[in-house]
Nanobody, 125 residues
Framework: QVQLVESGGGSVQAGGSLRLSCAAS????????MGWFRQAPVAEREGVAAVYTAGPYTYYSASVNGRFTISQDKAKNTLYLQMNSLKPEDTAVYYCAASTIPRSRWNVNADFGYWGQGTQVTVSS
């Protein structure tokens, strides 16, 4: 089992920045992927960014590429999402997720078996 707890959400004006954190506990050594997903009202949950924990491989959705940066601190078992140049369309509940399956698809919800409770990010224009 892997437990995930997000923090760092909040409200910010367009153009601002936020950093989300995800503290992992439990069998963290078994995770191969960690990622961030988001779900806006009346929308499906979508993959935002992910990292393959065993290598320096990161992936981003086209909508956030160049503005968001995913990183991990393995010593602290913590995943981060630095979000810069935020836009109103980035408003959503952001979820941290983990997968123990090496061949997971980084942006597919069903491939991730562990989820945090979510943290709200609101960007006003």
């Amino acid at each position: 089992q892997v437990q995930l707890v997000e923090s760092g959400g909040g409200s910010v004006q367009a153009g601002g920045s936020l950093r989300l954190s995800c503290a992992a506990s439990g069998y963290t050594y078994s995770t191969h992927w960690m990622g961030w997903f988001r779900q806006a009202p009346v929308a499906e949950r979508e993959g935002v960014a992910a990292v393959y924990t065993a290598g320096p491989y990161t992936y981003y959705s086209a909508s956030v590429n160049g503005r968001f940066t995913i990183s991990q601190d393995k010593a602290k078992n913590t995943l981060y999402l630095q979000m810069n140049s935020l836009k109103p369309e980035d408003t959503a509940v952001y979820y941290c997720a983990a997968s123990t399956i090496p061949r997971s698809r980084w942006n597919v919800n069903a491939d991730f078996g562990y989820w945090g409770q979510g943290t709200q990010v609101t960007v006003s224009s």
